[in-house]
């Protein structure tokens, strides 16, 4: 049976992820075996041509997949791992999406020869703008690693790391990143309102500002620094804000002890 990838756990990760993949034309749905319990969420997989099962068991033992795809909830991964130990200590590689779950436990049900890579996605992933961190095991071959960061590249931007330990770190930026930048929105609106504008028209000025600006900073070649100092006229009304928000570096110690006590939580989830 032909099959390059088995995707273990189709819900709104799994699935934002599998679609990227067969719309950019990295993978065929023919070449995709997913194993999902819920009947609702594998007739998903079933539309887009991937053949499915309910359990690990409907997996045809013939089936020799290049890669599998773990994207079930952390606390799970236990129950669901040793389902798949057939397919350890060998060149089968396990790329996880399920936050806070390290190296260790996946060698540890799957056998410590078993090729690992362990990703952190956000929820932007979804409509293909996320961002992707990527750490993995030295037996995963160089090919293998390149072929799984351009699949990634369908749901967004990737980035690698060498030290597993930052991936706590990175889990507090830019996995829990997403949340900051929507109470952002969502305290801007309120300040928008506060100062006399029709809800609806806050609400749009807080999303509208915040996604062009992001997209002005992504596309630039100038660094952040330098785009708000464009924006910023002496003793103009910006200079004015940013006085409040920058005055004893409020806001960037808001920040990073915010960023610091994600970073500590995941560090305790991950024990």
């Not at 932007?124 to 993995?136: D, E, F, L, N, T």
């Given at each position: 049976m032909s099959v390059s990838l088995l995707l273990v756990g189709c819900g709104n990760m799994g699935y934002a992820m599998l679609e990227g993949w067969l719309k950019s034309g990295k993978l065929k749905g023919s070449e995709v075996f997913v194993v999902e319990p819920n009947a609702g969420l594998r007739d998903r997989a079933k539309a887009l041509g991937c053949q499915t099962g309910a359990e690990a068991a409907e997996v045809p033992q013939d089936a020799a997949p290049g890669l599998v795809v773990i994207a079930v909830k952390p606390q799970v991964i236990r129950d669901v791992l040793g389902a798949y130990r057939r397919l350890g200590d060998g060149s089968t590689v396990f790329l996880s999406v399920a936050a806070g779950t390290p190296v260790a436990t996946?060698?540890?049900?799957?056998?410590?020869?078993?090729?690992?890579?362990?990703?952190?996605?956000?929820?932007?992933?979804?409509?293909?703008?996320?961002?992707?961190?990527?750490?993995?095991?030295?037996?995963?071959?160089?090919?293998?690693?390149d072929f799984i960061t351009d699949l990634l590249s369908a749901s967004g931007a990737v980035a690698t790391i060498a030290d597993e330990s930052l991936m706590d770190a990175v889990t507090a930026v830019s996995g829990s990143g997403p949340a900051y930048i929507f109470h952002f929105i969502e305290c801007l609106t309120a300040a928008a309102e506060n100062a006399g504008l029709p809800s609806e028209t806050a609400r749009l000025l807080a999303k509208q500002t915040v996604f062009g600006a992001a997209s002005l900073a992504v596309e630039s070649s100038e660094e952040p620094g330098t785009l708000r100092q464009q924006v910023t006229s002496p003793n103009g009304t910006t200079a004015a804000a940013l006085a409040v928000l920058m005055g004893e570096d409020r806001l960037k110690t808001l920040l990073t002890d915010a960023v610091e006590a994600a970073r500590l939580r995941s560090i305790e989830l991950g024990r």
């Open positions: 996946f060698r540890e049900i799957l056998g410590g020869r078993t090729p690992i890579v362990r990703c952190m996605p956000n929820t932007p992933a979804a409509i293909g703008k996320g961002m992707m961190v990527v750490y993995s095991t030295p037996q995963v071959p160089a090919g293998t690693l």
